[in-house]
């Protein structure tokens, strides 16, 4: 069955350092996208990506990179962690134009201390 | 102004309950609409897509107001596995993503 998947599922890190999150799909799925959830802001947009080598900017980008070399893979980068980046992520995928239903990987929490 | 609003609850309601959430949106653009669900610590999962004429799926009725921007949810005849978190979701005409809401937590009780 096709299945989109993130890791690590867990990860402390320290500040300063850089961060990479895996999300891997097997949907043949053009679109992918990162979201961090945190309490009372329910689930923000970070990047997202309509192909490969194509990336773009969401709501809460900054501080984070994105790199589309292949249609299953959208690796997130955190390139110096900082504690406000404390938070759970997930990926997520979906095919067609951009307004279809999207299936969300299990999320990675990730705390930086 | 957030681009979709819910009453975060928590909703606590009897095992046969029917309880009705609701969700508001801001940009009257907006196309498309979904209620997801998500379990403690789990991921988010589509629940239902919400069409303009209202759809129904088992126990769970989706309903749509344009003129008043807002997206219903009525759960019938509760189930205690129905306790979660449920997500009103918005894409709008133009926008390259969807737009989520902070989530109503409901828990049936037994």
């Known amino acids: 069955d096709a299945e989109i998947t993130q890791s690590p599922r867990h990860k402390i890190t320290e500040t300063g350092r850089q961060v990479t999150l895996a999300c891997h799909q097997t949907?043949?799925?053009?679109?992918m996208f990162w979201y961090r959830q945190d309490l009372g802001h329910g689930l923000r947009l970070i990047h997202y990506?309509?192909?490969?080598?194509?990336?773009n900017k969401g709501e809460v980008s900054d501080g984070y990179s994105v790199s589309r070399s292949n249609t299953e893979d959208l690796p997130l980068t955190l390139e110096s962690a900082a504690s406000s980046q404390t938070s759970v992520y997930f990926c997520?995928?979906?095919?067609?134009?951009?307004?279809?239903?999207?299936?969300f990987g299990d999320g990675t929490r990730l705390s930086i201390l | 102004r957030k681009e979709v609003e819910q009453d975060p609850g928590p909703f606590n309601v009897p095992e046969g309950a029917t309880v009705a959430f609701n969700c508001t949106y801001s940009?009257?653009?907006?196309?498309?609409f979904f209620w997801y669900r998500q379990d403690c610590r789990k991921e988010p999962k589509l629940l239902m897509s919400?069409?303009?004429s209202g759809n129904e799926d088992g126990r769970f009725t989706a309903q749509l107001n344009r003129a008043s921007q807002y997206i219903s949810l009525l759960i019938r005849d509760s189930k205690l596995s129905d306790s979660a978190t449920y997500l009103c979701?918005?894409?709008?005409?133009?926008?390259?993503?969807?737009?989520f809401g902070t989530g109503t937590r409901l828990t049936v009780i037994p």
């Open positions: 919400v069409y303009s």
């Open positions: 940009n009257s653009a907006s196309q498309s």
């Open positions: 949907w043949n799925h053009n679109n």
């Open positions: 997520a995928s979906s095919g067609g134009i951009s307004n279809q239903p999207q299936h």
């Open positions: 979701v918005v894409h709008q005409t133009g926008a390259n993503n969807l737009f």
């Open positions: 990506s309509y192909g490969v080598q194509d990336t």
